[in-house]
């Protein structure tokens, strides 16, 4: 399995958390809340990738 656009999708939601926690100051206040909302939500699921695909490693 080509696990290349996970590693892509999991290191684009970590950068896009952590530019959002760097820049909240500059972001306009009626977009913050939902670029920090978007931001968890692909951080979770990118966690979620992270172990399902640690499982799969260790059960093959």
Same mark, same amino acid.
């Given at each position: 399995m080509d696990t290349t656009p =996970? #590693? #892509?999708f999991i290191i684009a939601a970590f950068s896009l958390g952590a530019l959002i926690l760097m820049k909240r100051?500059? #972001?306009a206040p009626n977009m913050r809340?939902? =670029?920090a909302l978007s931001?968890?939500?692909l951080i979770a699921f990118a966690f979620i990738l992270i172990v399902m695909s640690l499982a799969s490693m260790g059960s093959s």
């Open positions: =996970l #590693i #892509i100051e500059s #972001i809340r939902g =670029l931001a968890v939500v």
